[in-house]
C-alpha cells in the first residue's frame, strides 16, 4: 500500500511539472514583426524543427499569381534555412479548384518531384475578399 501511494505521489508530481513546461515557439512575421495584431496570426512559426507557416495569398489564380504564392512561401522557408525539400504538408485552399488545377504545374515546380502531402480545397471565400487561392505549409527542419 505504501508502494502504491509513493508511486501516485510521483505520477501526479511528473505530470504536474510536464503541464508546467511551455514550449519554445520561434515565430516571423513579415516586414520583421513577430505577428500581425490586426488579424492575429504570425506569418510562421517555429517548435522545436517543426515550421508551420501559415497561408500566403494571391487574388489571380493564374500561373503569375500561384508563382507569386510559392515565391513567398519560399521567402518564409528561407528565413529558417529550409527549401520546399523540407516542406512534409501542404494545405490549398482555393475558391476555383478547376483553375488550380490547370496550372498545378507551376506549383509542382517548385516541390521538384518531391511532392509533401497535401489537402486542396475549394472554399466560397478566404480572409481577403478579393483573395482566389491560400496555401499553409508545415516543414521539419533536420534535427
Known amino acids: 500500500m505504501k508502494y502504491i501511494f509513493l508511486l501516485t505521489c510521483i505520477l501526479v508530481s511528473n505530470n504536474t511539472f510536464s503541464q508546467e513546461a511551455k514550449i ?9 514583426k513577430t505577428q500581425d495584431s490586426n488579424a492575429g496570426y504570425a506569418q510562421a512559426v517555429k517548435v522545436d524543427n ?3 507557416i501559415s497561408g500566403v495569398v494571391t487574388n489571380n489564380i493564374t500561373p503569375e499569381g500561384i508563382t507569386s504564392v510559392y515565391n513567398n512561401l519560399k521567402a518564409v522557408l528561407a528565413n529558417y534555412g529550409a527549401t520546399f525539400d523540407n516542406v ?3 494545405n490549398l485552399y482555393t475558391t476555383d479548384i478547376e ?3 490547370k496550372y498545378n504545374d507551376v506549383r509542382k515546380k517548385f ?31 533536420p534535427k
Not at 475549394?122 to 478579393?130: G, N, T
Open 24 to 32: 519554445q515557439k520561434e515565430k516571423w512575421h513579415w516586414n520583421n
Open 50 to 52: 517543426v515550421i508551420y
Open 88 to 90: 512534409v504538408k501542404e
Open 99 to 101: 483553375a488550380m488545377k
Open 111 to 141: 516541390y521538384n518531384n518531391d511532392f509533401p502531402a497535401a489537402t486542396w480545397v475549394q472554399v466560397q471565400r478566404l480572409y481577403m475578399q478579393d483573395s482566389k487561392l491560400e496555401v499553409e505549409l508545415v516543414a521539419h527542419l
